[in-house]
Every structure is written in C-alpha cells, then in structure tokens.
C-alpha cells in the first residue's frame, strides 16, 4: 500500500491551490463582463490644475523624464505590432487607411440615424444656456437623446460646422466618436420637459419654462427661413464612465494593458488635431463607455467635443495664439519676461500679418496655413502623451494623413453644409495643403520608408517622400549595414547601398544565419546627413519585424 508522506500531502496541497488559482483566473477572464469599473470624474478646471499646474511644476521630479530630456532620450510606443503598426483595439481601429471608405461613407462618417426626429415634438430635457458653447439635451419622436450645440451669434455655421466635420476625419483615421449631424429645425418643434432643468449664467440650476427657452432662442442665429442650426450630436448606448486618461490607464481593464502616455495612438492626437486645428484635445473631451458586444462587456474609448477645430474656438472664434501656446505657457511667458515684451511671437506676426482679424466668411474664422509649423503644434495643455510623441510616431501619423485624397477631404467637409460653397472650398484646400505640409515635416524628420515586402532574392518597399513628390529619386541613395544573427550572437556581414527602393537579398547572409537584421538609412545627395533608420529584420520565412527609429 502506497505510504503518503508528509511532504507529498503539502505538494498535494500546492498543486491544488495553483490549479484552483487557474480555474478562477479562467473564470473571470470569461467573465470579463463583470469587472467592476469606477467613473472618472474630469473637466476644464480640472484639467487646468492637473496639467498646466501640477504636472508642468512637478515634472523635472520625475527622475526617468528628466533622463530622458538632458539624453534626448525618447521612449518608444508600447502598443505597435513587429511590423511597427497599431493594431486595432478599444481605442482605435484601422479603417480609412486599411480598408477604403467610399466618399459617401467619409462624408456620413460615424452614422447610426440621419438627424434627430422632428417629425413630432422635440422635448428639451436639460440645457447649459451659459459659457462658450451653450446648448441643451433634446428627446426626439424616436425616443432617441442628442445634445443639440449652436453658433455664435455673430458666426453662423462656423462652430457647428467645423464640429461634424471634424467628428469626419477622426472616425474615418480610427477613432471612436458619437454620430454627429446638422440639425436644422423651427422653434415651435421644441418644448420643455416637465423636469427639465438649465444652468443659467449665474450658475445655478433653475427649472425650463417655455418662457426661458424662447428668451435663450433670442440670442442663436437663424437661418434666411427662420430655422435654427444646430450639430446634433446623438448619445451613445452604454454605460458613461466618465473620461479617460490621458497618461494612466485602468489598471482592472484587461483589455487595457498599456499606459495611454505609451500608446501611438493617443500621442499621435497631437498630429491628427494640428492638421484639423483642434486645440482642445483634452481629457474632459474624452468618455468611456461600457458597452456589450457579441455577449461580453468591454470598454470602448471615445473622444468628442469638436466645436473648437478648424477655424471656430470660443463664442467669437478661434483666438490667434492657439495651436501656438499652451493655455498656461511657462516657457512662453519667460521669453516674453526676458524680451520686455519686445520680442514679436509667431502667433502675433500672424495675427499682425491677417489686420488683426479674421480675413475669411464668419462661417469659416480664423483658419489659414499662415505660419503653419507641424512640429511645434501645442494643443490646449502640455500632457505628457503629447510631448512624447516621437519621430516614429509622428511618421505613422503623416502617413495615415497622406492617405486622404483631395475628394475624399472635401466629401467629409461636405457634411458641415455650409451654404455657400466658397467656404466648403476654402476649407477643403487649406486642409489639403495643411496635409501636405505635415507629410513633407514628419517625413522629412523620419525615414519615411514604408511597405517592405520580401519577393524571392529582392526586398522591396516604398519611399513616401519619393512617392508624395517631396523629395526626387534622382540623388536619393539606401545606405544599408547587413548584421546577421545566430542565437544572440551578432556578425556583420555587409554594407550596401542602392539607388532604388529595392536590395538584392544574398543568400549566403542566412546560410549560416538564424536572421537578418538590414539597418536601413537615406540620404538625398551626397553631402547631406544620414536619415534615422529603418530595421527591417527577416528569416527563411520572411520578414519578422520592422522598426523606425524614435
């Protein structure tokens, strides 16, 4: 009879507690639906605190950036796959870029319903009648809720234009956002809810009464028929969490493994919003909502917001400093110190350039290309994400850029109906030559080499700059080291060059070799500097992994 020992009943025991341990895990990964998640509470004033206040004054605390800043030091993207790419996630999903969208569908962009019902009778549910960008909440016939949002006074079109526009390109690059639509409507379709409540300019909360409805339609402009515009933007289905951070990231959320600092997408904001002149990219512009899909809950991230891009910004427009400082901008206030205020900012120049006002319709504002410089774009507050985007993930971004073509842009700029055609083409060609700008930077700054393929003997790839016509074939040359692997053990085997986009593969480099390494560099004439490079590793079964360098 077997004898069982002490020592055996106590691994007994471990084997059991492990195997128990896995059963659970199992378990909840099943059952992710039930994590429990926390709001998140943010807003401007929050914002302001956070970022311009206390991250800005406690950031040369933290040792690691600080290391980073005197090294110039950049720390590359957690979330890319071997192939340097984003993958799809709760984030982002790659769809103009990866499958084209038709230019009917660019120009519906995120589309669930045409506009709100107003079919029957519009029940305000609860309205902000005070600040930059008042509106309020409606209820149409379908039972459907959207938060209706209006011009200035003196700007018709521009902000709820520049808003259902913007909601266009982001959707179509790969983010998440509600549907957006003009919405156009006469008074007598509305009427308060019987506990409909408003935000005056006091700020205190007071009942809606027909009678404070009509007074705040006094001060909304109106249409040559007497129609109200507004850009309707329909409330999502879900759970609202509150927003999502800009840096952190919810630690209990399986599906979020990455801090949002380290995420291309989320740095990549900063390049996306400098070409739609969106400079209120901020945490309070961002919703998380718990939503069911295919029997499992998951959180989905959204951004939304969008009635400060493009030329439209506060209730008089977009002021001329934004997108050229931040809110509260130490460095900028310590020139201007140093200076005695004589030294003349490229915002000012700009703005002295235009006579200090807007030269474009009131429906577009303040929007041109004048003193446009991609790389020194600020958004609204100085978040980490955003000062560490690197050359490599500002690469991805102009690239994706670079994919719209001049009809699909002005299919998107389409659907902010502006009623005269002379601002949709004006908007629509300073966004294309502000996409030309921005490829020619990032692709300047990079290696804009892209699309590797490896074809028996040859490996082939695309110069983007060649390929956008910012930089010649003629006088372009591919410097190439040739490393091969073998275990861990590295051997130089060669270097190279070419005069066209393709190498010549030898066979001897893998005879003997686990894989390949080719550390790629361009130069586009003979005295000029070496590009940062381009990895592009491969093996017997092709290529495993490529790398721009930060």
Not at 54 to 65: F, K, N, V
Not at 484 to 499: D, E, P, V
Not at 538 to 546: A, E, L, P, V, Y
Request: with cysteine; proline share 4%.
């Amino acid at each position: 009879m077997l004898k069982v020992t002490h020592r055996f009943k106590i691994g007994f025991f471990v084997l059991m507690v492990i195997c128990a341990a896995g059963a659970v895990g199992a378990a909840c990964l099943s059952a992710a639906e039930e994590v429990e998640f926390k709001k998140h509470e943010s807003g401007l004033f929050s914002d302001i605190f956070d970022q311009n206040i206390y991250y800005e004054g406690t950031g040369s605390l933290h040792l690691e950036r600080l290391g980073r800043l005197v090294f110039r030091k950049k720390v590359r993207a957690e979330d890319v796959n071997v192939y340097d790419e984003v993958p799809d996630s709760n984030f982002f999903t790659n769809r103009h870029t990866k499958n084209r969208l038709s230019l009917d569908e660019l120009e519906k962009g995120y589309h669930e319903t045409d506009t709100p019902d107003a079919s029957g009778v519009l029940t305000v549910t609860q309205g902000k009648f005070a600040g930059a960008h008042p509106g309020f909440r409606i209820q149409d016939g379908r039972g459907d809720t959207y938060m209706l949002k209006f011009d200035p006074i003196d700007y018709f079109e521009q902000a709820t234009a520049a808003e259902v526009i913007t909601s266009r390109f982001y959707h179509a690059l790969g983010y998440n956002v509600p549907q957006y639509t003009i919405f156009v409507f006469d008074a007598a379709k509305l009427t308060p809810g019987e506990k409909a409540e408003i935000y005056d300019d006091t700020g205190f909360k007071r009942k809606l009464t027909k009678e404070r409805l009509d007074e705040f339609l006094l001060f909304l402009p109106q249409d040559t028929e007497g129609r109200y515009r507004a850009s309707a933007s329909k409330y999502l289905q879900g759970k609202n969490l509150g927003s999502f951070s800009l840096q952190g990231r919810r630690t209990n959320d399986p599906d979020d493994p990455v801090n949002h600092s380290d995420r291309r997408e989320i740095r990549a904001l900063r390049v996306f919003s400098s070409w739609l002149a969106n400079y209120d990219i901020r945490e309070s512009n961002t919703m998380d909502i718990l939503q069911t899909e295919k029997g499992r809950q998951s959180l989905k991230h959204y951004i939304f917001d969008f009635n400060a891009s493009l030329g439209a910004g506060t209730d008089v427009g977009k002021p001329p400093m934004c997108g050229y400082e931040y809110l509260i901008d130490y460095g900028e206030a310590i020139k201007a110190f140093l200076t005695l205020g004589l030294w003349e900012k490229p915002w000012q120049k700009r703005w002295r350039e235009a006579g200090e006002k807007v030269n474009q319709s009131p429906a577009v504002g303040y929007f041109d290309n004048n003193g446009f410089e991609p790389g020194k774009f600020k958004n609204q507050f100085p978040y980490f994400a955003f000062k560490d985007l690197t050359r490599a993930d500002g690469f991805w971004a102009a690239k994706m850029i670079m994919t719209f073509k001049d009809d699909e842009i002005r299919a998107m700029v389409k659907s902010g109906q502006f009623s005269r055609k002379e601002d949709a083409d004006y908007v629509a060609q300073t966004l294309i030559e502000r996409r030309d700008i921005i490829g020619r930077y990032w692709f300047s700054v990079s290696n804009p080499l892209d699309e590797f393929d490896l074809k028996n003997d040859q490996l082939v790839f695309k110069d983007l700059a060649i390929v956008y016509g910012f930089e010649q074939a003629q006088g372009t040359t591919y410097h190439v080291n040739v490393i091969g692997r073998s275990g861990k053990k590295k051997i130089k085997n060669a270097s190279l060059q070419s005069q066209k986009p393709s190498l010549t593969i030898d066979p001897n480099w893998l005879a003997s070799r686990d894989s390949v390494d080719l550390w790629i560099r361009t130069t586009r004439n003979p005295s000029s500097p070496k590009s940062p490079y381009v990895l592009v590793s491969f093996n017997s079964q092709g290529i495993t992994r490529i790398i721009h360098q930060d």
